[in-house]
Protein backbone atom coordinates (compact mmCIF):
# COMPACT_ATOMS: atom_id res chain seq x y z
CA UNK A 1 0.00 0.00 0.00
CA UNK A 2 1.33 4.15 -0.98
CA UNK A 3 1.28 5.68 2.00
CA UNK A 4 2.70 9.30 3.79
CA UNK A 5 2.94 9.81 7.27
CA UNK A 6 3.42 13.59 8.45
CA UNK A 7 5.17 14.81 11.43
CA UNK A 8 6.95 17.28 13.31
CA UNK A 9 3.97 19.19 13.98
CA UNK A 10 4.22 20.57 17.63
CA UNK A 11 2.76 24.04 19.06
CA UNK A 12 5.52 27.06 19.41
CA UNK A 13 5.51 31.07 19.78
CA UNK A 14 5.41 33.30 16.92
CA UNK A 15 8.59 33.52 15.22
CA UNK A 16 9.03 29.82 15.91
CA UNK A 17 10.75 27.23 13.97
CA UNK A 18 8.87 23.86 12.51
CA UNK A 19 10.45 21.20 10.23
CA UNK A 20 7.64 18.84 9.36
CA UNK A 21 8.66 15.45 7.83
CA UNK A 22 6.79 13.45 4.89
CA UNK A 23 7.86 10.13 5.02
CA UNK A 24 6.82 8.02 2.22
CA UNK A 25 6.21 3.86 2.49
CA UNK A 26 5.10 1.28 0.14
CA UNK A 27 6.57 3.22 -2.62
CA UNK A 28 9.31 5.82 -3.26
CA UNK A 29 8.85 10.25 -3.91
CA UNK A 30 11.25 10.15 -6.52
CA UNK A 31 8.63 10.10 -9.70
CA UNK A 32 6.02 12.33 -8.06
CA UNK A 33 5.32 15.82 -7.79
CA UNK A 34 4.99 16.62 -3.89
CA UNK A 35 2.61 18.94 -2.74
CA UNK A 36 2.37 20.43 0.93
CA UNK A 37 -1.45 21.88 2.03
CA UNK A 38 -3.06 22.92 4.73
CA UNK A 39 -6.29 23.25 6.67
CA UNK A 40 -8.18 25.79 9.12
CA UNK A 41 -11.57 24.66 10.46
CA UNK A 42 -13.68 26.90 8.69
CA UNK A 43 -11.58 28.21 5.83
CA UNK A 44 -10.77 26.09 2.51
CA UNK A 45 -7.72 24.29 1.71
CA UNK A 46 -4.68 26.18 1.09
CA UNK A 47 -1.92 24.95 -0.80
CA UNK A 48 1.27 25.58 0.62
CA UNK A 49 3.98 24.04 -2.34
CA UNK A 50 4.41 21.96 -4.89
CA UNK A 51 7.74 20.73 -6.02
CA UNK A 52 7.98 19.16 -9.75
CA UNK A 53 9.45 15.79 -10.22
CA UNK A 54 10.78 16.66 -13.84
CA UNK A 55 12.60 19.66 -12.96
CA UNK A 56 12.75 19.69 -8.73
CA UNK A 57 11.22 23.04 -8.72
CA UNK A 58 9.40 24.56 -6.41
CA UNK A 59 6.31 26.88 -6.38
CA UNK A 60 5.43 28.58 -2.81
CA UNK A 61 1.91 30.10 -2.08
CA UNK A 62 2.91 34.17 -1.32
CA UNK A 63 2.21 34.02 2.12
CA UNK A 64 4.79 31.44 2.73
CA UNK A 65 7.46 32.97 0.52
CA UNK A 66 10.77 33.66 2.62
CA UNK A 67 9.95 31.72 5.33
CA UNK A 68 9.23 28.32 4.07
CA UNK A 69 11.27 25.91 2.35
CA UNK A 70 11.04 22.59 1.08
CA UNK A 71 13.63 19.77 0.45
CA UNK A 72 13.21 16.22 -0.05
CA UNK A 73 16.07 13.32 0.89
CA UNK A 74 15.66 10.31 -1.20
CA UNK A 75 17.71 8.20 0.29
CA UNK A 76 15.08 8.19 3.18
CA UNK A 77 12.06 8.80 0.89
CA UNK A 78 11.23 11.58 2.90
CA UNK A 79 10.35 15.24 2.29
CA UNK A 80 10.61 17.99 4.24
CA UNK A 81 8.71 21.59 4.93
CA UNK A 82 10.68 23.83 6.80
CA UNK A 83 9.03 26.57 8.02
CA UNK A 84 10.33 30.09 9.99
CA UNK A 85 9.24 32.90 11.45
CA UNK A 86 5.84 31.32 12.03
CA UNK A 87 2.74 33.26 12.99
CA UNK A 88 -0.39 33.20 14.56
CA UNK A 89 -1.91 32.74 10.85
CA UNK A 90 -0.03 29.81 10.24
CA UNK A 91 -1.83 27.70 12.40
CA UNK A 92 -3.18 24.74 10.66
CA UNK A 93 -3.26 21.27 10.16
CA UNK A 94 -0.22 20.38 7.41
CA UNK A 95 -0.69 17.62 4.67
CA UNK A 96 1.39 16.35 2.16
CA UNK A 97 0.66 14.46 -1.11
CA UNK A 98 2.42 12.47 -3.92
CA UNK A 99 0.80 13.12 -7.08
CA UNK A 100 1.70 11.85 -10.75
CA UNK A 101 1.45 15.56 -11.85
CA UNK A 102 0.53 19.39 -11.07
CA UNK A 103 -0.34 18.76 -7.38
CA UNK A 104 -3.87 18.41 -8.52
CA UNK A 105 -6.30 16.04 -6.93
CA UNK A 106 -6.98 13.90 -10.24
CA UNK A 107 -3.06 13.30 -10.39
CA UNK A 108 -3.08 12.08 -6.06
CA UNK A 109 -1.52 8.73 -5.56
CA UNK A 110 -0.81 8.74 -1.96
CA UNK A 111 -1.39 11.85 0.96
CA UNK A 112 -1.47 11.08 4.75
CA UNK A 113 -3.67 12.69 7.34
CA UNK A 114 -1.56 15.34 8.34
CA UNK A 115 0.25 16.77 11.68
CA UNK A 116 -0.99 19.75 13.57
CA UNK A 117 0.94 23.11 13.69
CA UNK A 118 -0.18 25.70 16.96
CA UNK A 119 1.59 29.24 16.68
CA UNK A 120 -0.01 30.82 19.49
CA UNK A 121 0.59 34.52 20.73
Known sequence: QKQVVESGGDLVQPGGYL??????SGFTLDPYDIGWYRRVPGKEREGVSCTSS??????Y???V???FTVSRENG???A????????PEDTAVYYCGAFRGRCEDRYLESWGLGTPVMVYS
Open 76 to 78: KNT
Open 19 to 24: RLSCSA
Open 54 to 59: TDHSTH
Open 80 to 87: YLQMSGLK
Open 65 to 67: KGR
Open 61 to 63: ADF
